[in-house]
């Protein structure tokens, strides 16, 4: 972590995010160090982080820790998430700011989109974030929804807001209101057909961002109207719906009445945006910059496949959202390696593979932690050549069916509460052994 972050910048988050606290073996630092080792680990488990911790004391010649994992427990919950949250978003704005080259015209260009991660089944849980009401009790798991803001050129994680799966003001456009007031003017955002929407637009205007959304279903496009500016390219005027249930009435008397919107169809999409100037950006560049939205496909896969983000393990709700921010962070301590290696290798980040600079980092990480100054040094540059090398493959127009080959163990469903299942076992056990 030192080495994204310096010293100066960790002293000063911890000073104001945690304030004084009492000298243990598991600081706020520390701890924090061993919840992101164990969250990019392919362990993933508390006794793991221990066990890497205790190594770590005995190699630096300090005095052993116990291997029981109940001080270091109470340390994550000791940790503020306020302390998490500010350090990934340093670090992803941090990786924007010292980019400007991979940026599009100089304007720093973001992806928005939305996911869903689940957690274990606890009463807790559940009173936060409830399961599908689809769902019988017992027999689904606790779901939140994640919004995300990602770097278009470096994949990087600049925010991000959570929620309940359902309920009101549960929404992916719910949620990226919450990151409005944080958004930067002069940026450009990024999403599909879910976000093309009149007010969406509109607020993001009025804080100096201009969007590339897919268009919504519900509209309809006829390129024969409004002020043409090509093929399949022109600008209308959108006039403001009805009041959502959302918006007070201040607030909605508020927006303008009219939006000048720019229309364009590119690579078999309809885009709809607010550069309304074709010098700004011409309709190749917005179809370029709308099929990138692809990206944060795969960076969310990242996040929850690789990473293993998809499936929680902590058991309140409080270590939950701690648990997301603290994956997030990682998930950005390795995108800011691969940024580092495709820098001096002349080369976009987006070339280089997530799992590939994962697994080489995971297998330099322990000798990085024990290295002399001089070593560490050597140890580093051969981290950066080889994330370089690992290479993706450029596949434009790929298309893949989403379905498995393989076959999963013929298994049964649970079709009752465990508890349920737990107990006729065992009444069937005695009539048995009767």
């Known amino acids: 972590m030192s080495d994204v972050l310096s010293a100066d910048v960790l002293e000063r988050a911890v ?17 924090l160090s061993m919840f992101v080792l164990q969250n990019l680990s392919a362990d993933g488990a508390c006794q793991d982080a221990v066990a890497r911790g ?15 994992t109940g001080p270091y427990c109470k340390a994550r919950q000791r940790m503020p998430e306020g302390l998490v949250w500010r350090l990934l978003r340093d670090v992803g704005q941090r990786l924007t700011q010292n980019s400007p080259h991979w940026n599009f015209r100089g ?22 974030y409830p399961q599908n009401a689809e769902q019988k009790p017992g027999l689904g798991f606790p779901i939140a929804r994640v919004v995300a803001l990602l770097s278009w050129s470096s994949g990087a994680l600049t925010d991000a807001a959570l929620g309940p799966y359902q309920g009101k003001e549960t929404g992916e456009h719910a949620l990226l ?27 993001l205007k009025e804080r100096g961002i201009d969007s590339i959304f897919g268009k919504h279903g519900a509209r309809k496009s006829d390129f024969r109207t409004g002020r043409r500016l090509g093929s399949k390219d022109h600008v209308v005027i959108w006039k403001k719906p009805k009041r959502p249930a959302w ?32 010098k700004q950006a011409s309709k190749a560049e917005l179809g370029e910059l709308y099929a990138g939205r692809w990206s944060v496909e795969l960076d969310l896969r990242s ?11 902590c058991k309140t709700p409080d270590m ?28 976009v980040p987006r070339q280089l593979s997530f799992k590939g600079a994962l697994q080489l980092w995971s297998a330099f990480a322990d000798g990085l932690r ?24 450029q596949r434009p127009g790929r298309h893949e069916p989403r379905a498995i080959k393989r076959r999963p163990k013929p298994t049964p469903l649970l079709r009752v509460p465990r508890t349920i299942a737990r107990q006729k076992l065992a009444e069937k056990y005695a009539r048995v052994c009767a």
């Open 107 to 128: 304007r720093v260009v973001k992806i928005v989109d939305g996911t869903t991660v689940s957690m274990p089944d606890t009463v807790a849980n559940q009173a936060r």
């Open 370 to 393: 024990r290295a002399s100054a001089a070593l560490g040094c050597i140890l580093r540059e051969h981290l950066w050549a080889g994330i370089a090398r690992l290479r993706v493959g």
């Open 303 to 313: 996040i929850k496949s690789v990473l293993g983000m998809d499936l929680l393990r």
């Open 247 to 278: 918006m007070d009435a201040a607030t909605y008397a508020r927006i303008a009445d009219t939006l000048e919107v720019r229309e364009v169809k590119a690579r078999g999409h309809v885009i709809v945006s607010t550069l309304t100037d074709a």
């Open 320 to 347: 939950v959202e701690k648990e997301i921010a603290v994956y997030l962070l990682g998930y950005n301590l390795i995108r800011a390696v691969m940024a580092r290696a495709a820098a001096r290798a002349h080369r």
């Open 177 to 203: 209101r919450e990151l409005l007031p944080r958004l930067t003017a002069g940026e450009v955002r990024v999403g599909d057909h879910y976000y093309g929407t009149y007010f969406l637009l509109v607020q």
């Open 15 to 31: 000073s104001e995010e945690v304030g004084a606290y009492r000298e243990r073996i598991y600081s706020p630092l520390q701890t």
């Open 54 to 68: 205790l190594s770590q004391r005995v190699c630096e010649g300090r005095a052993a820790c116990s291997v029981n």
